[in-house]
């Protein structure tokens, strides 16, 4: 599994979505994250823009304003970035689709009609796949470390918008419950056919909903395998730490056991240090009392030859 996300891993640095290296500071990395949350908050005002726009309810000021509080975002997060990592050749070669958009936004800002331009348009696509390819590789991860209802959580936020937007750009869908009931069958791989995308747009976000539909229930019926298997790996590893344990408690009482003969050897060991030291001063005694008899008995053979 770690070898898989490997590959995506190269994948997303070659497309610019790279992040940052491994071996980055901790503090590029805390603001890293920092920014990675406030990134829904501007995936959420990108996608109602442009939702709005489609549907002629913002005036040109409005649209200027909001572009140029989306593109300020991407400034302010590439510059604060590119300030605290370590490696900025390596960050701007991982996340070099930063470079593009904020070039490319500034041009648009400056040098054209940004309320109706196709460039505009891919831009946005490339803002909404910027904002989105993050969480969704929050979303592969969450379902391998088996987190099943982050998983469900963000995918249902991406139905509603997707069906938000679908509803915009495509006639058939006339308001955006349409849209998200749509999408929302699409995703269930149900089809009931009531509602069908009649623009070349609407087909490609129809596309899409398939795929994500069938990615997301494949990936989930593997998710529930593979937490049936953990619970059994779990519930094997519990028996096993339970034998575990009572083996550790049983070395334990033998540690202890042997603890107490050592102290016991230890005691009898010096019991029997004092009685050598006992025999040795009563053989000195016997010595010095022989010392003595022997004296006493040589003075007593020269008395008796005295006499």
């Known amino acids: ?41 501007f995936l959420i005002l990108l996608m109602t823009q442009w939702y709005l726009e489609l549907r002629h309810t913002l005036n040109l000021q409005q649209e200027f304003i909001a572009n140029l509080t989306i593109w300020s975002f991407f400034v302010i997060e590439t510059v604060t970035l590119l300030v605290l990592v370590r490696h900025k050749v390596v960050y701007l070669r991982r996340q070099w689709v930063n470079i593009l958009v904020i070039c490319a936004g500034l ?55 997707a069906g938000i937007l679908i509803s915009a750009v495509d006639t058939a869908f006339p308001t955006p419950l349409e849209g998200i009931w749509f999408a929302w069958v699409t995703v269930s791989t149900v089809g009931y056919g009531d509602y069908v995308p009649s623009t070349l747009v609407g087909r490609v976000f129809g596309a899409g909903l398939i795929l994500m539909g069938m990615a997301l229930f494949s990936v989930i019926t593997a998710n529930f395998s593979s937490m049936f298997v953990s619970k059994g790996m779990r519930q094997d590893f519990d028996m096993v730490r339970e034998e575990s344990e009572n083996i550790l408690q049983g070395i334990h009482a033998e540690t202890e056991e042997i603890k107490l003969v050592l102290e016991r050897l230890h005691s009898i060991k010096v019991e029997e240090d004092d009685i050598l030291a006992n025999v040795r001063e009563l053989r000195g005694r016997i010595k010095h009392i ?3 008899l022997d004296k006493k008995q040589r003075f007593g053979r020269r008395v008796w030859r005295r006499g």
Do not use: H
Request: glycine share 4%; net charge positive.
């Open 107 to 161: 041009f648009l800002l400056i040098f054209t009609d940004y309320s109706d331009t196709a460039w505009l348009q891919f831009l946005r696509l490339l803002l909404v796949a910027w904002l989105l390819i993050p969480w969704l590789k929050v979303c592969y991860l969450s379902l391998t470390d088996n987190r099943l209802g982050t998983t469900l959580v963000a995918a249902f936020i991406i139905m509603i918008f």
């Open 290 to 292: 022989e010392k003595a």
């Open 1 to 41: 599994m770690r070898f898989f996300w490997k590959d995506r891993s190269i994948l997303l640095t070659l497309v610019g979505y790279g992040g940052l290296a491994k071996e980055e500071s901790v503090v590029a990395v805390r603001w890293y994250q920092y920014f990675f949350r406030v990134r829904m908050f």
